[in-house]
């Protein structure tokens, strides 16, 4: 019997009034801890049973993080939450994944950049966390391991034991990173984000999330879902652990050809040297470093809030408490002007559609049934990836295949990539920080352009999951329309590449979490999680 395995991390103490409280203590949590808190969240789907030993010289010495199912690790498997490499069956969904005679589960041979970054620099990986199959939905509960239960307890069911607390959902695709930390299982998680999974389970869990600048950390070792989107982020409960953690992986990684040159990243950190010196003069002159005669801030209307308010439960309190931080910015310092950003999310769906292309290897023989010709390769693809598959990623699928036919492409790819250009060139017009990937970064500048933008990270608080694992037409919030709806907000950041930090501003009506975003341009990482520490610096 080998003896508990203690980590030193961040755990709230009992008193607190709910999970996701920002008042926590450092102590050291077992195993067991680790077990009894996931057997109630279904945060992690796989985790350490020995402690891996890590470098007391590094800068991360000390620090546990969680890794998203579809990062590759050496010493994890690696299921993207997916039947098709966890060895199941996609019909055992929502419970115990039933394995076929055959199959292993997918450990990937190498691990992801990201993943050799944090271990080089001391920090120990926990465990594996549970996301929507291959990155594809925003409530996670399209997974093979089941839905994520979110941690966080409202302050009206103080009385109810935390196990018996509501259900509802911790976000998506990243859900199981964000629970995670939130439930005080590791100091802070690795997610991904392609259109706001990163950013929508930070503000369901009360967490704060970072989605950096595209290109910035190494996609190497990543499970794609869209490689023109797709972004390695990070989970903690403060900007400062957020920005340590950021500090360690956002590095050039020549094996990833999409990751930002070091050129592109001089030009990026020279201008951003020159502009925070400024930023500090000012902080020591207010509480927040923003002063009224020049820097403003831009709040974009939230476009998705006016259209049937009574279907979304906690929309008026979201963007009550968003209006309350705005005002109180403005007293404080900040210059605020009002934007509006274009309703893109139906192009951005579709554009993720065209890039699918998952080359996912199957981990067993999974043969036709009896009397089904195993000798045409349509058959055994046919059979396998029903299988295999989950319905929202045979769905993504098909809807790719069609939108790349000869009829549908210049209607659906093509238009979806000017769409996606004007956005790029929207942004561009806003800040009145150059985008230094440009050829000519200056000439798009606007004399009223503003730093950051600031906008509610979710159209609502976090959803309520079925009471029935199989049924999500029993009443509850996380029905299949609403599912695509949730990451309206955040698609405009994903589609520009720009960073984008979630940091938590209070609780809504319901009393449950809502977050608030700061968008910067690209390769501002260090401005927008500067903000952030202001904004956090409220609560």
């Known amino acids: 019997m080998h ?4 980590r030193q991390i961040f755990v709230f ?7 996701g409280s920002a008042i926590c203590q450092r102590r050291s949590i077992s195993a067991q801890a680790i077990h009894h808190l996931n057997d109630s969240v279904n945060a992690l789907t796989h985790t350490s049973k020995t402690p ?18 579809n990062i590759c690790t050496a010493s994890f498997p690696t299921s993207c939450s997916s039947a098709m490499l966890a060895g199941a069956s996609s019909s055992s969904r929502f419970v115990k994944p039933t394995k076929i005679h055959g199959c292993t589960e997918y ?7 990201a993943v ?3 271990q080089d620099a001391g920090a120990e990986i926990i465990g594996k966390a549970n996301c929507d199959e291959f990155g594809m939905g925003s409530l996670n509960v399209n997974s093979i391991r089941g839905p994520v239960v979110n941690p966080h307890q409202s302050p009206d069911a103080r009385d109810v ?8 959902s911790a976000g998506g695709s990243s859900g199981g990173s964000a629970a995670s930390v939130a439930a005080g299982m590791c100091t802070a998680a690795l997610g991904t984000d392609t259109g706001g999974s990163i950013r929508l ?7 704060v999330g970072l989605k950096p600048s595209y290109g910035l950390v190494s996609r190497w070792g990543i499970v794609s879902f869209a490689d023109s989107l797709d972004c390695v982020g990070v989970f903690a409960k ?10 360690v992986i956002s590095v050039y990684d020549k094996r990833d050809p999409t990751t930002a040159s070091i050129d592109l990243r001089k030009r990026a950190s020279l201008h951003v040297e020159s502009y925070l010196p400024q930023m500090s003069s000012r902080v020591r002159a207010n509480s927040l470093g923003w002063s009224k005669d020049r820097d403003t801030t831009a709040s974009p209307l939230p476009y998705a809030m006016s259209s049937e308010p009574s279907k979304m439960p906690g929309r008026i309190s979201n963007l009550s408490l968003f209006q309350q931080r705005t005002t109180l910015l403005g007293s404080t310092g900040f210059s605020t002007v009002r934007s509006i950003l274009r309703p893109l999310h139906p192009t951005a769906c579709l554009e993720w559609a065209t890039v699918l292309t998952l080359p996912v290897p199957d981990r067993s023989p999974r043969p036709p049934p009896p009397g089904v010709s195993c000798s045409k390769p349509s058959n055994v693809y046919a059979h396998t990836r029903s299988v295999g598959f989950g319905r929202e990623v045979q769905k993504r699928i098909l809807l790719g295949t069609y939108a790349l036919t000869a009829d549908a492409f210049d209607n659906y790819f093509l238009q979806a990539q000017r769409v996606r250009a004007y956005v790029k060139a929207d942004f561009n017009k806003v800040f009145r920080h150059p985008c230094v990937y440009l050829a000519h970064p200056e000439a798009s500048l606007s004399a009223d352009g503003v730093d950051v933008l600031l906008h509610p990270s979710a159209i609502r608080t976090a959803p309520r999951l079925a009471s029935k694992q199989d049924d999500r037409s029993d009443g509850s919030d996380a029905s299949s329309l609403d599912e695509y709806l949730q990451d309206v907000m955040t698609v405009p950041a994903s589609l520009a590449g720009l960073p984008a930090l979630s940091v938590p501003i209070g609780l809504g009506e319901d009393g449950w979490p809502v977050g608030m975003s700061i968008v910067g341009q690209w390769g501002m990482d260090e401005l927008v999680l500067r903000v952030g520490q202001a904004i956090e610096s409220m609560r």
Not at 13 to 18: E, G, K, L, N
Not at 161 to 168: H, K, L, Q, Y
């Open 238 to 247: 403060s900007v400062d652990t957020v920005k340590e953690v950021f500090g």
């Open 13 to 19: 103490a009992p008193s607190t009034r709910y999970l």
């Open 201 to 207: 389970p930070a503000s369901y869990c009360g967490v």
């Open 107 to 113: 450990t990937s041979p190498f691990d992801a950049t």
């Open 3 to 6: 003896p508990p395995i203690t």
């Open 116 to 118: 050799e970054l944090l």
């Open 52 to 69: 891996h030993t890590t470098r007391p010289d590094g800068m991360l010495h000390g620090m546990t993080i969680a890794i998203k199912d």
């Open 161 to 168: 034991p935390w196990t018996d607390r509501e259900r509802r």
